[in-house]
């Protein structure tokens, strides 16, 4: 008896060759999407687009205060989701003379079972604003970890400088709380901590 031996179609092999390559587009898609993150990040910190800041401590330069302008500052908090803390602000907005330095109050807590970290990331709008906004202390400079209902007051010190652009008249600061992982036990220094206490 003849044995019977089962030969790809050219149908089949089509048909393998076209899954190979959407697996393989798929792979690329998500490596894709892994890196993108960090790597809009870093291009809006270099070009200033999208109002994306940079997280490090600047000088506090010591210009004549322009009193003839007025600014309004308006800041907003915004939480993230599978993180169980809460971002609010003492004072949602101020005006400020533009070389003027002024500090504002940010109050952190953890509504969850278990400590955790977290990270502040900022943003400013109108971006051309960005390139004019001075931020001598922040939070946002470095993760931030609390115990479980643990309750933080941190100070933002900052100054907009006396060649913001003439048409803007109100800069909005935007601080977005995203999770940080993290396995060492919390080393995160809160020498800056003016008013904050555990709760």
């Known amino acids: 008896m003849r044995e019977s031996r089962t ?21 690329g898609m998500f490596a894709f999407a892994f890196a993108l993150v960090p790597l809009y990040d870093v291009f809006c910190q270099v070009t200033g687009l999208n109002g994306k800041v940079d997280t490090s401590g600047q000088a506090l330069v010591h210009e004549e205060v322009d009193e003839s302008r007025m600014v309004t500052v308006q800041f907003v908090t915004r939480g993230s989701a599978g993180l169980p803390w809460n971002l609010e602000v003492e004072t949602r907005q101020m005006r400020v003379h533009p070389g003027q330095s ?26 051309n604003a960005n390139r004019h906004l ?6 946002c400079f470095d993760e931030q970890h609390l115990e479980a209902g643990e309750r933080l007051e941190l100070p933002l010190v900052f100054q907009l400088g006396r060649d913001l652009p003439p048409e803007v008249n109100t800069v909005t600061l935007v601080y977005t709380l995203y999770p940080v992982t993290r396995d060492e036990a919390p080393l995160q220094s809160r020498a800056t901590a003016g008013k904050g206490d555990e709760a």
């Open 7 to 27: 030969t790809d179609s050219p149908a089949d092999r089509g048909v393998r060759r076209t899954v190979r390559r959407t697996l393989v587009a798929l792979a």
């Open 102 to 127: 002024a500090e504002v109050y940010f109050a952190f807590h953890n509504s969850g079972a278990t400590g955790s970290w977290a990270r502040a990331v900022p943003s400013v709008s109108p971006s």
């Open 134 to 139: 001075r931020k001598v202390t922040c939070f």
